[in-house]
């Protein structure tokens, strides 16, 4: 029986030949990851086990990013042990403010990691890396802190899902809006412990940052991980950023998958996830009297260079709505130097715009953007829970960067088309 | 043998329901237990007592990778968390962690809210007292049943060095 990408790396990690759906297995993982929600409990676990070193101090990497920088006193204790671990194991890997940024934009862009890695991170987003062929997925913090201690991690081998996307996107659709429809239609448990295999011709000429908007948020459909196969786009990346090579992986034509999905997506419309699940999605044309009190742009999911040029592109020589606050996040330190190069931050502090020093701010309510009562945001993040923003009376709506630039301009919902 | 009354929520309750992100700026499990569940009914916790169950449908603890969900639940008194099925990484950080939690979707379909129930986590036998009828949730595999056995990963982690 042929095998998958993901299947190939837990076998590899596992040092077996092979792997089956529901076995248990122990692998060794590549690389691990906490930030300072996560990371803090997992170095008490850790000190509990009484090791006297981590298992490798180059492969743990620890970012502060949420609560970053610290906006309280609790938040800066946290942040503080962080930093204390990292200088009492000699951890290579710590991201102070000044080099940090959102774990999931910064560890691609300084080329941490390759295809064919297995990484775990406790943070649920950590699926993101799949874009490079890599399998890596989000644990918690005892995970976290056993990982840190032995490298090692205990997997049940998912069962795989394959996803088809034929077609051409249309003007303003991103890989956003493909990701938003695929959880549309098969909900936020669609892929409840499975992996996601996103393949077709659309993909293939998708940008890896697009690709890494998609891997994102495999975890709203439930997924374990959400893997692309590497090819030529992922290997300009590599070089770019100076990763190295990695192992190349490929599927086998005879590799079994739970389902298949194909979608023909030439037709699709932005997609906009209203409240209060990612899966709750309608085409954009579908919300147009839908008023916004904010528009938040950037994230892990969105807060990549490529993301801000589209989002100049339509706020260039506008203004923001004056019943609307526009917040602009850039995903690391390299996307806000580079943003300045190319002159995008005059055309967002023109328009009105807030440009933020990277963090996770207000994608999940901690701060630089929070939402009062019966207030309402667009936001090209990824949840839009209950009081994921802010007060459990306020609502987010997930969109692409087009439409929360073009909405942030409207002061409602709106595609780019109709401004 | 453990007995405790039901506490009902639905489908997909997700982790930030279950503790919201603006208290994370602590992992200490007592003030965690203070805001568990506080999004999805802000009076619950003054409401439970010590050794209550949460039944909830699809998809419980879906959403980010906090294990602060399970450990709120579990300094609140959770005695177990009975649901249809669970996300991914709150199954395991309940197991890594040693918050009992079972999947049994005719229990969670059946118990109403308020209903008496006895659970055998052994044998994952649930009983509801109140309607006299009685459940068997999936068991654990081995693997897992000697990390629940030993209090947790660490523990166990501890226990083989
Ligand atoms: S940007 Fe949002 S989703 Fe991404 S890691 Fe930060 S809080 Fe999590």
Not at chain 2, 106 to 132: C, R
């Amino acid at each position: 029986m042929g095998q998958t990408i993901s299947e190939k790396i837990l076998a590899k990690h596992a040092g077996r030949k092979e792997v089956e759906p529901g076995q248990l297995i122990e692998c060794k993982v590549d690389l691990v990851l906490g930030n300072d929600i996560t990371a803090p409990p997992a170095i008490k676990e850790f000190e509990r086990i009484g090791v006297k070193r981590v298992f490798d101090r180059k492969k743990i990497y620890l970012v502060p990013d949420h609560f970053s920088p610290a906006k309280d006193i609790k938040s800066a204790q946290q942040i503080k042990m962080m930093r204390d671990f990292a200088k009492k194991y000699k951890i290579v890997n710590f991201f102070e403010i000044g080099c940090m940024g959102i774990e999931h934009v910064l560890l691609p862009e300084i080329g941490a990691i390759r295809p064919g890695e297995l990484i775990i991170g406790a943070d649920s987003h950590t699926c993101t890396y799949g874009a490079l062929g890599t399998l890596s997925t989000g644990v918690g913090s005892t995970d976290m802190a056993a990982a840190m201690a032995t490298g090692r991690v205990w997997f049940k081998v998912p069962e795989q899902l394959k996803f088809v996307y034929t077609g051409k996107l249309a003007k303003w659709v991103e890989a956003k809006d493909l990701i938003l429809y695929t959880i549309g239609k098969i909900g936020v448990d669609g892929a409840r412990y499975m992996s996601m295999e996103f393949t077709g011709p659309v993909i293939r000429k998708l940008s890896i940052s697009g690709r890494l908007t998609m891997a994102n948020m495999a975890i709203e459909a439930g997924a374990k991980n959400g893997i692309f196969a590497a090819d030529e786009k992922t290997n300009a990346y590599l070089r770019k950023v100076h990763a190295g090579k990695g192992i190349i992986y490929r599927s086998d034509s005879d590799a079994a998958y739970k389902r298949v999905y194909e979608w023909d997506v030439s037709k699709i419309e932005p997609q906009v996830a209203l409240p209060h699940l990612p899966s709750n999605t309608k085409p954009v044309s579908k919300c147009k009297k839908i008023k916004i009190n904010q528009s938040v742009i950037g994230s892990c999911t969105n807060g990549r260079i490529e993301d801000m040029r589209v989002a100049a592109k339509v706020l260039k020589g506008k203004r923001v709505h004056r019943d609307l606050r526009l917040i602009i996040l850039p995903g690391t330190q390299e996307i806000k130097l580079q943003m300045m190069k190319e002159g995008l931050m005059e055309t967002f502090i023109k328009a009105g715009a807030v440009v933020s020093t990277p963090t996770c701010g207000p994608c999940l309510g901690g701060h630089m953007g929070i939402l009062a009562e019966g207030e309402r945001s667009i936001a090209t993040t990824n949840r839009n829970f209950v009081g994921r923003m802010g007060h459990p009376e306020s609502e987010v709506y997930l969109s692409n960067v087009a439409v929360a630039a073009a909405s942030a301009i409207a002061g409602r919902i709106v595609s780019p088309r109709d401004l | 043998m453990i007995k405790g009354q039901a506490w009902k929520f639905g489908n997909n309750i997700d982790t930030d329901l279950i503790i919201p992100a603006r208290y994370l700026n602590t992992s200490h499990p007592k003030e965690l237990a203070m805001h568990a569940m506080e999004d999805a009914d802000p009076k619950w916790i003054s409401k439970m007592q010590k050794g209550d169950f949460i039944v909830a449908g699809e998809n419980f603890g879906c959403g980010s990778s906090r294990e602060h969900a399970p450990i709120a639940l579990k300094a609140a008194g959770v005695r177990a968390v009975i649901a249809k099925s669970f996300a991914r990484i709150f199954y395991r950080n309940a197991i890594n962690i040693g918050l009992p939690i079972l999947e049994c979707p005719e229990a969670a379909q059946e118990i109403k809210a308020g209903d008496t129930l006895e659970v055998n986590l052994a044998d994952g036998e649930i009983k509801n007292i109140t309607s006299k009828m009685i459940y068997h949730a999936q068991p654990f595999p081995p693997f897992m049943q000697k990390i629940i056995k030993a209090g947790g990963l660490i523990n166990q982690l501890k226990s083989t060095k």
